[in-house]
């Protein structure tokens, strides 16, 4: 499974956008990896309707959304914890969530100021592909846990040239 997340971030290393299809493949490798760790205490779910998979997203933008759901979320728990991965069109954006059912935000939380590497990246990734026209948010999840949601436009000028 390492060799097979490490070969496929070298043959995307070269572009930005890659399919959905993809990227869920990407991120499925790394999660299988932390199943390895977590055992049966990580369940993972996934809502994907077909015509999202050859939909474009940044390469590597679900991976340290779900790395946050672990490490925030689940990593202090005993108990079993479940991450969802949904993907849905809405007014022709494709929406990502990844969501736990963990902790939930700290107190106070704000991505403006807050913002660990990860989602820093994944913010500024998207101001540079899509000028503005691409959102992430992160809030505390009706229930307990954690959203995190990126809207993504699915126009020909997406990407910076």
Do not use: M
Not at 27 to 52: G, I, S, W
Not at 109 to 127: M, T
């Amino acid at each position: 499974k390492l060799s097979a997340l490490l070969r496929s971030t070298l043959e995307h290393s070269g572009g930005a956008l890659v399919t959905l299809a993809d990227e869920l493949e990407f991120v499925r490798t790394y999660l299988d990896l932390q199943r390895v760790r977590f055992a049966d205490r990580l369940r993972v779910d996934y809502k994907v309707p077909d015509e999202c998979l050859d939909r474009e997203t940044p390469f590597l933008l679900l991976q340290p959304l779900a790395e946050n759901a672990i490490r925030h979320g689940l990593s202090g728990r005993t108990e079993p914890g479940t991450i969802e991965i949904d993907a849905a069109l809405s007014n022709g954006d494709l929406v990502l969530t990844v969501s736990d059912d963990g902790q939930g935000l700290p107190a106070g939380f704000d991505l403006e100021r807050a913002a660990g590497v990860g989602l820093s990246n994944a913010r500024a990734r998207l101001l540079t592909l899509y000028h503005g026209a691409a959102s992430l948010e992160v809030r505390d999840r009706p229930g307990g846990g954690t959203i995190a949601r990126v809207s993504i436009p699915q126009t020909s000028q997406e990407v910076s040239e």
